[in-house]
DNA sequence: ATGAAAGCGCTAACAT
DNA sequence: ATGTTAGCGCTTTCAT
């Protein structure tokens, strides 16, 4: 089936090729007949923009890409589903390019996708430190916003959630329930997640616990640690565990129960970023929503920004503000729940 | 920063444009020397095709589409995962589109893929009925593979696991350990998965447990789902639950242990699928792992294959075998974790 | 308000 | 083996 172009439209609406683009861009006012009959005849045709030669000539393919660190750690596909949903509504599209956690193959996914000519870059950023070259390098060439993590601080733009602000709505509403020795299962990572949710976490714990800020256990992100952390943590009877995300939430859940330990009654563990396996956990788990939607939306919102706009003023470094969950494994007192 | 084009290089060379452009893209033999005096003046030069014009020209944007019901679904991006990787390392890009499990959602985004000149589309359907229509479209207007779901059996090729033997793997292993009273909590859909693995269940279990085939609850594939059946199983004091998903698995543990059964002492849990949290889970669930990354090589290959050959010959139904992971919850013997 | 024509950067006939 | 030329389908001057 041969495909029907402007030229179609052109010759069966009887103007010339210049107009129906002109209607069917909306680029100038036209006469009202001729706004009629070109999209009708357009419709009678069933005429389809072709996308690429409107790229070409325009030089914008309305495309922009995303590249993450792994799409199967747990956080980023909602991240993804934000970022779909807001290009869509605009009618852009999304190129997605996965690394593998691993910065080279980042490096080479952001040249390929900017080979691709896409319009701007969101990037989730591997590593802090090893993936710097390679972010920058993009920036440089096309609009580029960091989200969720960033390679140091005047790199480009960057959306994130305000984890300080998170970590005290979890020490608040622990102190609200009457928790008075809290402990800390966090990363030792240099990524911003990791340094900001513990410092908040020895910042603000001093309220309820001044001796609070020394019980930090520090490893990765993972349910591994959280089980191993715990195991450190249980022989000095905390009554809260505070931790910086859900995974090491259930890891610690997990080894806090095998180990004889009644949660929330003796323990309330809390979780960060609220991925799909904090409501599923038994029992299910307190934790800090991230504001997906809005981190997607935002970043957008930036992207299309700096593409109308040509200065380059210096970069925004936005920080949305996060949401408590309370769920049963922070539930106050002395019940099971 | 002024693109470099193949202008450029023809005359940074001292070739003609034709000749760059063949260098190059390796479409033509070409002289030695004008082989290396061309790659050195593009190296020099830092030349970068533009894929935009490439695609205009040459009818092929080198992109794919994907068109998936809910990236969130854990499932999924396991899946994005192997597509992504299988397509890169071929040179090709993946436009990425997120139904949120709307068939009308569905169909749009379909439209707007192949508006974007994708050359081919990965099909992941929201529904068996519902998004027939819009596939069959699809398929008519470029090479279309159907993966992990199908909508019938005519529409187009397709690409799935096995799921008839996945379901003689579990019941094996459950007979093998000594398990004879065994009931299956599934899904009521009419979706491929749903059908195919509550008919191997009924079929299969008779080897072990003549009155198995009786005990099926079917609702969705949702934890929720599993603790409302967990409930109701329960009762008849079964040694084996077989799980159509882990989603259902994981609920039917949580229920069960909730009611003071002894898994795996008692009774044996099994799921589908093994995603993440099938390993997290406790005890951690045995399952059977969908071989994801063949999944997805398969399918990109199908499209390769379509792209190549311009013949339409008939669909193909590829079922690829997947593998069993034995874990904790389904232990033989009498004995905790 | 409309049309004619140039050309985005590239590939593929068609020449030589 | 290399060069010349003609577009791919569209947007955008520049005319009228």
Sequence with gaps: MPEVTLRDVARESGYSIATVSRVLGGTRTVGAQADRKVRAAAE?????????ARALRSRSTGTIGLVLPQITNPFFPMLVRGVEHALHSRGRGLLIADCDDDPELEASRISALLDRQVDALLVIPVHEAHSRAAVAAGAQRTPL??????????VADSVAVDNTAGMALVLDHLAGTGRRRVCFLGSAGTDSAAV??????RNG???????GAERVELGDFSVEWGRAAAERVWPSRPDAVVCANDLIAVGAMQQLRRMGADIPGEVAVTGFDDVAIASLAEPALTTVRQPVTGLAEEAVRLLDQRLSEHTDRPHHAIRLAPELVVRASSAPGTTRE
Tied chains: 1, 2.
């Design 145 to 154: 916003v960091q989200l969720d993590r960033r390679c140091g601080t005047d």
């Design 44 to 52: 009678r045709l069933g005429y389809r923009p072709n996308q690429v």
């Design 196 to 201: 900001e949710r513990r410092t908040a976490y």
């Design 205 to 211: 714990v001093a309220a309820l616990d001044p001796a």
